[in-house]
């Protein structure tokens, strides 16, 4: 007779209540889930020795171990690195000024501001950081508030990044449903009711990611009504009507070096728009074109998406970064510069002085040199891959918490709910709150689905028997409330480095940006995972009656910034009635005055910034900005440091 320890079924659930638990009280998300993994182990083995031995070898080894985690690991380390290389070469910084000389009032550089955020589609670390940095000086000069400008990056950044093709989530999230598909196919032995495709399943749940969409969407009718509400509208107010150009309250001193620096271009580097351009557009090419080559089965009858839901989204999106980061090395190394003009064409001296160079010369005279030198983009790229390393410490601990909560039985527990106690037609709704929830404790939205996937997606098949629609909405359930809960979170890696990037305090960015997550959270379930997963209606017709709610939330509570009124919207005027602020009071007075054309500017003065020495604005032909603007810009901090 054999001997075996069992343990209750609620036992299992133990792991992920220690990650939730953990994340909550010590803001550190690699020791929570390292907890979590350990803790589940030692249930496994019955023993904490052979548990700790465990959590390395069989949780965290293997999934490192695992080749399919191995093409994400490279794929988002070769990305990383190709975008360090653009911002070394000066292309993103010239696309920015390119944009910010049409930006001469609030509405227009808030426009500006999204349309960076929206053309830095591939990565949401270098759309943090590039939009953060680059937009503040232009931002601080027409009056906008610092927790504006953080809304703005932190809110283009994953919505973003998570629903395109092209960006360095596809390879995590594909793999994900990848994963799911093939624990399914391999549970009814092939034969299966949704796409088989790990990529066509992303494709498809795009439309059914309610809350990124519904966020951007959000976004552009704020910037075009120039209206606000709640916490929000009053660090707008206390800015514009004041007319400060220090970011406002929510503005923060005391950096000591730009984020990014080791990472910025030279002072004489031409910032031209085609060294961004290009290499994305090349990037974009070889993508689509990789998916179809490895989707192509040969018989000749496939059409283009047929191709694509075939494809090997692992190979393409590696090869096609690695191809692009050659491809953008070669292209910097042959634009040959000097005294910051490209030269078109060079003189043989010039290739001469860029490529040989000169012993005996030792003018201070400008040498011709290559945009980025073979040893400048690779420094550029080992920065770019350092910066996605913690990301990546994320990534293997949430693999290894998937494979931990399937050892110890949390997928079966969840399945007994889920199949014997929830109606399958809930399930778009409960996958996003419930991931939501989680990303908001834990901090990750990576993190977040890497858990999830295994103990929602397969119980999600059995219940709905199939459902290829509601199996997709729960897939785009997990992924879309990933994203709402880690913008709700103060230990979110992207929240703490949009208020970084933008210098704006951190509790300030999540108290000005939260109340438009819970608004955006709401209209997504009322109009998109409730009625879809009931077959209420047509997923367009929830799309549509979602525009009309925000249109009329735009129109109904929020309130023009600089309002002839100054009249408060109502949840501020229920706390203003409630608290009796005199300050709030203030400034609805003074917004009258300033609604009407007097200037206020004397009569707050800006903060004092206490730096070492003045930096210099990063926009160089930016519309003039007041001098206040021009003495008050302060350093954020190192990215390393952050």
């Not at 994953?158 to 994963?179: C, F, K, N």
């Not at 945009?371 to 390393?389: A, N, Q, T, Y």
Request: contains cysteine; glycine residues 10%.
């Amino acid at each position: 007779d054999m001997e075996v320890e069992t343990y209750a079924a609620g036992v299992s659930i133990l792991p992920l209540l220690v990650i939730l638990v953990f994340s909550v009280t010590t803001k550190m998300v690699e020791l929570s889930l390292f907890s979590g993994i350990f803790v589940g182990a030692c249930i496994v083995a019955g023993e904490i020795n052979q548990g700790f031995k465990d959590t390395v070898e069989d949780y965290i080894l293997n999934a490192l171990a695992d080749v399919g985690h191995g093409y994400v690991y490279l794929f988002t380390f070769f990305l990383s690195g190709l975008v360090a290389m653009l911002e070394r070469s000066g292309g993103m910084l010239g696309f920015t000024q390119k944009i910010s000389k049409y930006a001469t009032d609030p509405r227009r550089g808030q426009f500006a501001a999204f349309i960076v955020g929206v053309v830095i589609f591939f990565d949401d670390y270098a759309n943090t950081l590039l939009a953060g940095q680059s937009m503040r000086p232009l931002i601080d000069s027409l009056c906008i508030s610092r927790e504006k400008l953080a809304f703005f990056v932190d809110a283009t950044a994953a919505p973003i990044a998570s629903i395109s093709p092209v960006s360095s989530w596809v390879g995590y999230e594909v793999g994900l449903i990848q994963d799911e598909i093939d624990a399914i196919s391999e549970r009814y032995d092939g034969d299966i009711t949704i796409d088989s495709s790990g990529m066509a399943l992303f494709l498809a749940s795009i439309r059914y990611r309610y809350y990124p969409i519904f966020m951007l969407v959000l976004i552009v009718g704020l910037i075009a009504t120039q209206r606000d509400f709640g916490t929000m509208l009053i660090a707008e107010r206390k800015t514009e009507v004041y007319k400060r150009t220090d970011g406002g309250d929510g503005g923060t001193s005391g950096g000591t070096g730009s984020m990014g620096d080791e990472n910025a271009p030279r002072e004489d580097q031409p910032l031209l728009t085609h060294n961004f351009a290009l290499p994305i557009l090349c990037l974009v090419f070889l993508i689509f074109y990789t998916l179809v080559q490895t989707g192509d089965d040969g018989s000749g009858e496939q059409d283009f998406m047929d191709k694509i839901e075939s494809s090997d989204s692992y190979q393409a999106l590696l090869w096609s970064t690695i191809g692009t980061a050659l491809v953008t090395l070669i292209f910097y190394l042959v634009q040959i510069t000097k005294g910051g003009s490209l030269l078109l064409p060079p003189t043989g001296s010039d290739l001469k002085d860029a490529f040989v160079g000169s012993k005996d010369d030792e003018s201070d005279q400008p040498k011709a040199r290559p945009i980025l030198s073979v040893k400048d983009s690779m420094e550029s790229f080992i920065i770019g891959m350092g910066r996605v390393f913690p990301a990546c410490i994320i990534l293997t601990l949430a693999w290894a918490s998937g494979s931990l909560m399937k050892a110890v039985g949390c997928d079966r527990l969840f399945a007994a709910w889920i199949v014997g106690g929830v109606d399958p037609t809930d399930l778009p709704t409960l996958s996003f709150l419930i991931s939501l929830f989680m990303a908001l404790a834990t901090g990750t939205s990576w993190g977040t689905m890497g858990i999830l996937f295994p103990l929602i997606m397969v119980p999600t098949y059995i219940a709905s028997n199939g459902d290829e629609e509601i199996f997709t909405a729960t897939v785009a359930g997990v992924l879309s409330g990933s994203v709402a809960g880690d913008h709700m979170s103060p230990i979110s890696d992207t929240t703490v480095l949009s208020s970084l990037a933008t210098e704006c305090g951190l509790m300030e960015h999540v108290g000005t940006q939260a109340p438009y997550v819970l608004v955006v959270v709401i209209v997504s379930i009322l109009f998109g995972t409730l009625p879809i997963g009931r077959g209420a209606w047509p997923n367009f017709v929830g799309f549509i009656l979602g525009l009309l709610f925000l249109a009329a939330f735009l129109f109904g509570v929020c309130k023009p910034v600089l309002s002839p009124t100054g009249a408060w919207d109502p949840i501020t005027l229920l706390f203003q009635k409630i608290a009796k602020t005199e300050g709030l009071e203030k400034l609805q007075q003074d917004t009258v005055r300033a609604a009407s054309g007097e200037d206020l500017s004397k009569e707050v003065e800006a903060k004092d910034v206490d730096t070492p020495e003045q930096s210099k604005p990063i926009l160089e032909d930016q519309a003039p900005a007041p001098e206040a603007a021009q003495e008050g810009q302060e350093e954020v901090h190192d990215v390393a440091a952050a």
